[in-house]
């Protein structure tokens, strides 16, 4: 009956989300918004100046510091926070409580690729509709990788919990009172530095070589050996090396190889393991440990417990192996069912996860291949740019497209292909290509660029100004046909700022600059480019 209730409340809405106008329709009231897909922004402080028809009536009139967007492009998003931004000022516009939103449909077109899908669900998520799950809640115990994980969690946890025993216990025996409080402070604190220089300068090198295999394998492995040490007599120097390898591991090295083997879980599953691993496995671990203290300890000397940790650590390195090899096949499932990976700021993505987002680019279909290239934007491993230049010469336009943007940020590629992309048949494709272009060939690439400025498609010309005026270029000629792109394409504004990367001179006022701009003769409209009185 509650569930009635707040469903009567709810509004449901739908969001049409176009190139030249964003419409929003809520049941039972039919379109209540429908304004330009046009917003303004304060250049310095992104605050929102104006959205719709009153950032319209802005085009062309504002001040150099406001900038006027149309975040989308040719029915797709191309500037997703403008999108986010102006898709939660229209919903206030509706006068809409977000609290009270209920289902939500976003028109989207038809050849929408996955990444592009994502980004309208994550603009919409970010401007304040929350995500509904349609069927049943996964099966997260189903998934043998999760059950994998699952078992070693709780091993780890046991033995931990053992070890912390003998540990304070022969650190009782060895010191009394103030000697043991400071034995203790200045083992957290020496623990403490050596485990920070460690995540720093040693893990991502480990999972980034090695992968999660090899991040697994360090805490048993020096917590193992230390811990079969002991059977031998209770000394404080091998319990502090191997309480050590529990501290000084477990929230470095340990905790980032976790957080890279929650990759390829979907967001939603990605939530619910984490939350089973850490609320139900874990505790219980925690339990079971203290079980076998309660059991063992009145029957075993303290260094005698090692008779228990030792086997708990072999049946924990036992499962690394068989979890790396179910996290990978779930990482290529993933890849190849869902052709996304939900990466989160915290997660790291290891050399198995970087060798399967590899083989995507090699051999995946073109929406996986946009996919791949969106994640591993930013890599500077040499065989990930190499990967991504060869996508350069893809048959597919969108593939091509971004894998010439990724070579124009990266500056690694082959300007002879980059070049060839100049006269593709996709305007899209040559954009990008003037961009991959400048960035190899720097200074040889002027005259080249400079014949784009005849291409058919607007686009194209801007993105040759840009590509020359990040050079330094400031001709007279490129000033002249930036000035006519700019009245046709209606970006004065845009092309002003990427003409002035390279000059110190202080601003024209933007009511000179239009004066000049509006001049019949092109000396004025390149004055007005230039941001010369």
Same mark, same amino acid.
């Given at each position: 009956?509650?569930? *009635?209730?707040?469903?009567?409340?709810?509004?449901?809405?739908?969001?049409?989300?176009?190139?030249?106008?964003?419409?929003?329709?809520?049941?039972?009231?039919?379109?209540?918004?429908?304004?330009?897909?046009?917003?303004?922004?304060?250049?310095?402080?992104?605050?929102?100046?104006?959205?719709?028809?009153?950032?319209?009536?802005?085009?062309?009139?504002?001040?150099?510091?406001?900038?006027?967007?149309?975040?989308?492009?040719?029915?797709?998003?191309?500037?997703?926070?403008?999108?986010?931004?102006?898709?939660?000022?229209?919903?206030?516009?509706?006068?809409?409580? &977000?609290?009270?939103?209920?289902?939500?449909?976003?028109?989207?077109?038809?050849?929408?690729?996955?990444?592009?899908?994502?980004?309208?669900?994550?603009?919409?998520?970010?401007?304040?509709?929350?995500?509904? &799950?349609?069927?049943?809640?996964?099966?997260?115990?189903?998934?043998?990788?999760?059950?994998?994980?699952?078992?070693?969690?709780?091993?780890?946890?046991?033995?931990?919990?053992?070890?912390?025993?003998?540990?304070?216990?022969?650190?009782?025996?060895?010191?009394?009172?103030?000697?043991?409080?400071?034995?203790?402070?200045?083992?957290?604190?020496?623990?403490?530095?050596?485990?920070?220089?460690?995540?720093?300068?040693?893990?991502? &090198?480990?999972?980034?070589?090695?992968?999660?295999?090899?991040?697994? =394998?360090?805490?048993?492995?020096? %917590?193992?050996?230390?811990?079969?040490?002991?059977?031998?007599?209770?000394?404080?120097?091998?319990? =502090?090396?191997?309480? %050590?390898?529990?501290?000084?591991?477990?929230?470095?090295?340990?905790?980032?190889?976790?957080?890279?083997?929650?990759?390829? %879980?979907?967001?939603?599953? *990605?939530?619910?393991?984490?939350?089973?691993?850490?609320?139900?496995? *874990?505790?219980?671990?925690?339990?079971?440990?203290?079980?076998?203290?309660?059991?063992?300890?009145?029957?075993?000397?303290?260094?005698?417990?090692? %008779?228990?940790?030792?086997?708990?650590?072999?049946?924990?390195?036992?499962?690394?192996?068989?979890?790396?090899?179910?996290?990978?096949?779930?990482?290529?499932?993933?890849?190849?069912?869902?052709?996304?990976?939900?990466?989160?700021?915290?997660?790291?993505?290891?050399?198995?996860?970087?060798?399967?987002?590899?083989?995507?680019?090699?051999?995946?279909?073109?929406?996986?291949?946009?996919?791949?290239?969106?994640?591993?934007?930013?890599?500077?491993? =040499?065989?990930?740019?190499?990967?991504?230049?060869?996508?350069?010469?893809?048959?597919?336009?969108?593939?091509?497209?971004?894998?010439?943007?990724?070579?124009?940020?990266?500056?690694?590629?082959?300007?002879?292909?980059?070049?060839?992309?100049?006269?593709?048949?996709?305007?899209?494709?040559?954009?990008?290509?003037?961009?991959?272009?400048?960035?190899?060939?720097?200074?040889?690439?002027?005259?080249?660029?400079?014949?784009?400025?005849?291409?058919?498609?607007?686009?194209?010309?801007?993105?040759?100004? *840009?590509?020359?005026?990040?050079?330094?270029?400031?001709?007279?000629?490129?000033?002249?046909?930036?000035?006519?792109?700019?009245?046709?394409?209606?970006?004065?504004?845009?092309?002003?700022?990427?003409?002035?990367?390279?000059?110190?001179?202080?601003?024209?006022?933007?009511?000179?600059?239009?004066?000049?701009?509006?001049?019949?003769?092109?000396?004025?409209?390149?004055?007005?480019?230039?941001?010369?009185?």
């Amino acid at each position: 009956m509650a569930f *009635k209730f707040l469903n009567m409340l709810s509004t449901d809405l739908g969001i049409d989300l176009g190139t030249a106008n964003s419409l929003i329709h809520v049941r039972g009231k039919g379109i209540v918004v429908d304004e330009p897909s046009i917003i303004a922004l304060d250049g310095e402080s992104d605050k929102v100046v104006a959205i719709g028809n009153d950032a319209r009536e802005m085009l062309g009139r504002t001040h150099r510091d406001i900038i006027v967007i149309r975040p989308l492009k040719d029915g797709v998003i191309a500037d997703f926070e403008a999108t986010e931004i102006m898709m939660r000022e229209l919903i206030r516009k509706a006068n809409i409580n &977000r609290m009270l939103i209920g289902k939500i449909v976003v028109d989207v077109p038809s050849g929408i690729t996955e990444v592009e899908k994502r980004a309208v669900r994550d603009s919409a998520e970010r401007a304040g509709v929350r995500p509904r &799950r349609r069927g049943p809640p996964p099966a997260i115990l189903g998934d043998p990788y999760v059950r994998a994980l699952s078992l070693m969690i709780l091993l780890i946890f046991v033995t931990l919990t053992i070890g912390d025993y003998q540990f304070k216990r022969i650190a009782r025996d060895a010191y009394q009172e103030d000697a043991l409080a400071r034995f203790f402070s200045l083992f957290y604190a020496g623990t403490g530095i050596v485990s920070f220089v460690f995540q720093i300068v040693l893990t991502p &090198r480990i999972l980034a070589r090695f992968g999660v295999g090899a991040g697994m =394998t360090v805490m048993p492995s020096v %917590f193992g050996a230390f811990s079969a040490a002991l059977l031998f007599g209770p000394r404080l120097a091998v319990a =502090t090396v191997m309480k %050590f390898a529990d501290n000084g591991f477990q929230y470095t090295i340990h905790e980032t190889t976790l957080q890279a083997l929650y990759v390829p %879980f979907a967001a939603e599953v *990605k939530a619910r393991t984490r939350a089973l691993l850490d609320a139900v496995v *874990k505790p219980l671990s925690y339990g079971a440990g203290g079980i076998a203290l309660v059991v063992l300890v009145p029957v075993l000397e303290v260094h005698e417990l090692s %008779f228990a940790t030792v086997p708990l650590v072999v049946g924990w390195l036992a499962l690394v192996p068989l979890v790396r090899r179910r996290y990978l096949r779930s990482l290529e499932a993933t890849l190849s069912a869902r052709g996304a990976l939900a990466l989160e700021t915290e997660d790291f993505l290891d050399a198995g996860g970087r060798r399967a987002l590899l083989a995507t680019l090699e051999h995946g279909e073109p929406r996986q291949v946009l996919v791949a290239l969106e994640q591993v934007a930013g890599e500077r491993h =040499t065989e990930v740019r190499d990967a991504v230049a060869r996508l350069t010469g893809h048959p597919d336009s969108a593939v091509r497209t971004a894998a010439l943007y990724q070579v124009a940020a990266t500056a690694h590629g082959d300007r002879v292909s980059a070049q060839s992309s100049l006269s593709h048949t996709d305007p899209d494709v040559r954009a990008a290509a003037a961009a991959a272009f400048a960035a190899l060939a720097e200074d040889e690439s002027i005259e080249t660029l400079q014949t784009a400025f005849d291409d058919p498609h607007p686009d194209v010309r801007v993105a040759a100004l *840009k590509a020359l005026a990040a050079l330094g270029e400031t001709s007279s000629t490129l000033a002249s046909s930036s000035a006519a792109v700019a009245r046709e394409y209606g970006r004065l504004s845009e092309i002003t700022t990427v003409l002035r990367l390279r000059r110190s001179e202080p601003p024209l006022a933007p009511d000179s600059a239009m004066a000049n701009f509006e001049r019949s003769d092109s000396s004025g409209r390149t004055q007005a480019v230039l941001g010369k009185d």
